[in-house]
């Protein structure tokens, strides 16, 4: 089954912006002095020297200047159960539903990124919070992604009012109203296979155009 044209086109100016922002990442790890080796980043000696200085030292980092920041921590903290209770159901579902409807499942991996702690300007606290916050964050969008890929299976309709945020597989559902190209969209799993070799999922693309600005 062929591509759709309009969707190509769409893969292919992703692609495009995408090829742009590697380039200005590439301008940027080299104003800061980084490489990145795998999934490791490496800074040089001289950039890493230079932001220790502005590391603040831990035992003060604990006494917060805002007493709101401190009340804060506790509801901040007690989304780590639901979390992880989410990437437990998350990792069940695409395992046990995916191969059924012939879904690639997503890569956790590809949402779930923890670089900030190769930062010599952040203390010990302030990654530990980086590491809850990258690992939140990174279910939320590991999570976006499972549910529009079922989403895309199930129900690929627009709605009739524009939404504020869509994901990146929304594009490619039938106009409202629609019914041929519903037809055509419902239950197919060729669509999945077919973005495969341009992006590794619509998710990562989405992820490309919004964290690497």
Not at 32 to 61: C, E, H, M, Q
Not at 82 to 110: C, E, H, M, N, W
Request: charged share 30%; with cysteine; net charge positive.
């Amino acid at each position: 089954m062929p591509i759709d044209p309009k969707i190509a086109d769409i893969l292919k100016r992703i692609e495009e912006l995408n090829d742009i922002l590697r380039r200005e990442q590439a301008r940027l790890a080299e104003k800061y002095g980084f490489s990145l080796r795998k999934r490791k980043v490496i800074f040089l000696d001289v950039f890493r020297a230079r932001n220790r200085t502005f590391r603040i030292p831990a035992w003060r980092y604990v006494i917060p200047k805002r007493l709101r920041h401190l009340l804060s921590l506790p509801f901040i903290y007690a989304m780590a159960v639901p979390t992880i209770i989410l990437d437990i159901f998350l990792f069940v579902y695409q395992s046990a539903a995916f191969p059924l409807y012939g879904i690639p499942k997503v890569r956790r991996r590809d949402f779930i990124v923890y670089d900030r702690r190769f930062l010599d300007y952040l203390n010990i606290i302030q990654k530990a919070h980086c590491l809850y916050c990258s690992y939140v964050n990174g279910v939320f969008g590991y999570a976006v992604e499972i549910a529009a890929r079922t989403e895309r299976y199930w129900c690929p309709i627009k709605a009739a009012a524009h939404p504020k945020y869509y994901h990146g597989w929304y594009k490619e559902f039938a106009d409202y109203g629609d019914p041929e190209g519903w037809e055509e969209k419902f239950n197919d799993h060729h669509a999945f296979h077919e973005a495969e070799p341009n992006a590794k999922s619509r998710g990562e693309s989405s992820c490309d155009v919004s964290l690497r600005v």
